[in-house]
């Protein structure tokens, strides 16, 4: 996979995603159409919903070249019921005049982050959106992960949380912290999805490590938020973990798709 997926077949692989976790029953369909062979709802169930037909609907989820219009996307949205993410996320990627590419400038950091995020005691990093670490500071080195012994190309936070295996062993809410970071990533893959490297950091991860092919394969979708992770720190023994808030801020002085990430120990 050398380059990345058409906006088209990105839609259409979300569709058929929706489309698959809803069970008939959600709908009003209980104990229409006989026997299923798969879980979720037919594409022509789907089209009746929504109001188009069965035809339209299907080239829609194969990705074919054609322009669907914004009421017909708020249409199907409905019949899928999605959330408020799900549907900002579905015309992000459906928008013919919202054409996203990564930029080199998103993998450079003006100098003086570096010095602001050094002064704070609780730890700290910066990444992008394909979850390049650019800079961190001793807290984060010290308590979280050890970002100095790692070469650059695996100073990725993507393949900390899923190849690091202490990481693991230390994180006690991993699978939960997993499944909200391959949903945020999912967001920014199909935001680039024209770009090369997201494609080969999903390829890596699908052949390197079971748990992302699962989580991937899931293909959820969520926005950065208040996050809490329960953690030992590397310099701990006793099996012990802290409990932080992991606050995010985007866009760093005007800086289009970096974020800064603060660990914020919870009290009480």
Known sequence: MDTGMSRNKILGAFLKSRRSRIRPEQVGLTGSYGQRRTPGLRREEVAVLAGVSATYYTWLEQGREFAASREVMESIANALQ?????????????????????????????????????????????????????????????????????????????????????????MHNWEEFARHSVAVFRTYYDKYSSDREFSKIVKQLSEESVDFRRIWNLHQVEMKQVNRVLLETTDRTDGIGYAYDIFSMNNLNSQSGIHCCIYVPVTG
């Open 82 to 170: 999605l959330t408020l993410e799900e549907k900002n996320h579905l015309f992000d990627i459906w928008d013919p005049n919202q054409e996203h590419e990564f930029l080199a400038s998103y993998s450079q950091l003006e100098p003086g982050w570096q010095s602001i995020i050094g002064q704070l005691t609780h730890p700290a990093f910066i990444t992008n959106e394909r979850s390049e670490v650019l800079a961190w500071n001793e807290a984060a080195n010290t308590n979280l992960f050890n970002f100095s012994s790692m070469n650059v190309n695996e100073r990725l936070m993507m393949r900390i949380l899923f190849l690091d295996t202490t990481l693991r062993e230390r």
